[in-house]
């Protein structure tokens, strides 16, 4: 099936640091999606980009969906200690099928 | 508040057990989606269902089947379960899908299922 490259795979960061990680991808998606995943929970929607080039914030958030429409990636700005999670990135291409990134493991040192 | 429940968080069976888990949503949604999640592959699907009784084959359907009876509940099946079928089990739901829009999936809780 398709495939998503994430990363990196996990980080441990200080507490204020800003983050960064990013998706690829060998095919073209309409949508990208950014997830985040709290211990012992299911997945949360964090930020959906439509269209190409768009640049989107949630609070302390940014994602951006590339031109390309082949890669995304997310920003986290003045991290605490409650942006510990798993974050996934995900592609739609059509329907309500969605490809799932690996996960970016971050951790935050207070 | 939107709400989709699995039936248990942890469950341990034993090898050529059947097993059943279970998934709930109250919020209507036509769409279901059972994945499984391991270390280092993220989100795989197994089966989703666009409608009562309609089901489709997701990128790992190998050793599930589905049921969806009623528009509310998905169930996972596996007929005989294998140790490779350990592993945390999400079951997620979504309104409808129209060109151009994207639904949100809504998560469960997620079952972690140890087979033994």
């Known amino acids: 099936g398709q495939q998503l490259n994430q990363s990196p795979q996990s980080m441990f960061i200080q507490e204020g640091e800003d983050v960064s990680m990013n998706c690829t991808s060998s095919s073209i998606f309409n949508t990208w999606l950014w997830y985040k995943q709290d211990p012992g929970e299911g997945p949360v929607l964090l930020i959906a980009l439509y269209k190409a080039g768009e640049l989107t914030s949630n609070g302390r958030l940014t994602a951006q969906f590339g031109i390309t429409r082949k890669d995304s990636f997310l920003n986290i700005s003045a991290s605490i200690p409650s942006d510990v999670g798993i974050y996934f990135c995900a592609g739609q291409l059509r329907g309500n099928k969605l490809v799932f990134g690996a996960g970016t493991i971050l951790r935050v040192k207070s | 508040d939107v709400k989709v429940t699995q039936s248990s968080r942890y469950l341990v069976k034993r090898t050529g057990e059947k097993v059943f888990l279970e998934c709930v949503q109250d919020?209507?949604?036509?769409?279901m989606f059972w994945y499984r999640q391991d270390p280092g592959l993220g989100l795989r699907l197994i089966y989703f269902s666009y409608d009562v009784k309609m089901k489709e084959k997701g990128d790992i359907p190998e050793g599930y089947s589905v049921s969806r009876e009623k528009k509310e509940r998905f169930s996972l099946i596996l007929e005989s379960a294998s140790t490779n079928q350990t592993s945390m089990y999400l079951c997620?739901?979504?309104?409808?899908?129209?060109?151009?829009?994207?639904?949100?999936?809504?998560f469960g809780p997620g079952t972690r299922l140890t087979v033994l």
């Open positions: 997620a739901s979504s309104l409808t899908w129209t060109s151009g829009t994207t639904d949100t999936q809504y």
């Open positions: 919020m209507d949604h036509e769409n």
